[in-house]
């Protein structure tokens, strides 16, 4: 016990055991929203804003891959005014965003079925794309129009068209290939993926690339979580023992 009861200790958190992957389930938005009696646009407005500061947050702390579920491919059954306002956030934070990205080295990469998404959103990835795609401090990873089941059902195809071609053999077809024929390729898989707003579900996010990553479910619905919460979840996460299915020893 600290002699200075009123004395609160400093989050510290251990650089070298930091993630170097974060992925994140943003929910809440509308309960947000309801709560306040306010239309569900004002709870995806007000989520901008703490996507805004999560991505900050993230650099700030050092990790190096950061991946959001922006919107799902079960997200296109919503009315289509909240699909398009959406679409107008997703351009808007694009748009805003580029010159901190490109200040601070992040780099913008999606995952999902893009091609799915209007032009003029797809117009806007692309430039923030190119502009950013020299950045090398921290990757951006926006998950849209994502599906995990649909996403393993690709590389599947993939694969098997080569293995059709007669260009791959069955039996060279491993763990490794596969998350080769992934979106998620080029990065390391999750250590931490954080869920707001108290559903203990997985949504179909990153089915492949979880199985060894710690889960943390917070009741705070998306536009009330915080640098200071985040904080607060890495400091739980480096107190955690990852065994990865072998003994503590
Ligand atoms: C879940 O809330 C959130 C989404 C479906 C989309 C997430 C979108 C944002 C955070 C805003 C825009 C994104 C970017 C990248 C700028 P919900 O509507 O499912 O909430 P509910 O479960 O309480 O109804």
Do not use: C
């Amino acid at each position: 016990m600290n002699s200075d009861s009123t004395a609160r200790e400093t989050p510290k958190l251990d650089a070298s055991r930091l993630p170097r992957h974060v992925a994140i389930i943003m929910d809440g938005n509308g309960r947000w929203a309801r709560k306040r009696m306010l239309n569900r646009i004002r709870g995806h407005e007000k989520g901008a804003d703490t996507v805004r500061a999560v991505v900050r947050a993230t650099r700030e702390f050092g990790i190096p891959y950061l991946t959001l579920y922006a919107f799902s491919t079960e997200n296109w059954q919503r009315p289509d005014t909240e699909i398009a306002a959406l679409m107008t956030l997703l351009k808007r934070f694009l748009k805003s965003e580029q010159p901190e990205m490109l200040e601070n080295g992040i780099r913008l990469n999606t995952i999902g079925q893009v091609e799915r998404l209007p032009a003029d959103v797809r117009e806007t990835l692309e430039a923030v794309k190119a502009a950013t795609a020299h950045q090398t401090e921290m990757v951006l990873n926006l998950a849209l129009s994502y599906g995990g089941r649909a996403e393993i059902l690709w590389a599947v195809r993939g694969i098997a068209e080569k293995v059709k071609s007669g260009a791959l053999d069955p039996d060279a077809v491993t763990e490794d290939l596969l998350a080769q024929h992934l979106y998620t390729r080029e990065m390391p898989d999750p250590d931490l993926l954080i869920r707001t707003s108290g559903e203990m579900r997985i949504s179909n996010f990153l089915l492949w690339q979880i199985a060894y990553t710690e889960l943390f479910v917070t009741p705070t619905l998306w536009p009330d979580f915080s640098k200071a919460e985040y904080m607060a979840i890495l400091e739980d996460f480096q107190k955690r023992e990852r065994r990865f299915g072998k003994t503590g020893s």
